[in-house]
C-alpha cells in the first residue's frame, strides 16, 4: 500500500512538472507569437516614421517656397 502511495505522489510530481513545463512552453509559444507581432509592428512603425519625415520635409519646403515668395 505503501509502494501505490509512493507512486501516486511520483505521478503528482511528474503532473506537476509537466503542468511547470507546458507553461513555460505556453510562454515561450506567447513570446514567439509576441515576437512575430513586434516585427510587423517594426515594420508598420518604420513605414509611419518614413512616411511623416516624408511629409515634414515636403512641408518645411513649401513653407520656405511660399515665405520667399
Not at 507512486?7 to 503528482?12: C, Q
Given at each position: 500500500?505503501?509502494?501505490?502511495?509512493?507512486g501516486?505522489t511520483?505521478?503528482?510530481a511528474?503532473l506537476?512538472?509537466?503542468?511547470?513545463?507546458e507553461?513555460?512552453l505556453?510562454?515561450?509559444t506567447?513570446?514567439?507569437?509576441?515576437?512575430q507581432w513586434?516585427s510587423?509592428a517594426v515594420v508598420?512603425?518604420v513605414?509611419v516614421?518614413?512616411?511623416v519625415v516624408?511629409?515634414?520635409?515636403?512641408?518645411?519646403?513649401?513653407?520656405?517656397?511660399v515665405?520667399?515668395?
Amino acid at each position: 500500500m505503501a509502494s501505490h502511495r509512493d507512486g501516486e505522489t511520483d505521478t503528482r510530481a511528474v503532473l506537476h512538472k509537466y503542468a511547470a513545463q507546458e507553461d513555460h512552453l505556453s510562454m515561450t509559444t506567447t513570446i514567439v507569437i509576441d515576437l512575430q507581432w513586434s516585427s510587423q509592428a517594426v515594420v508598420v512603425v518604420v513605414v509611419v516614421v518614413v512616411v511623416v519625415v516624408v511629409v515634414v520635409v515636403v512641408v518645411v519646403v513649401v513653407v520656405e517656397v511660399v515665405v520667399r515668395i
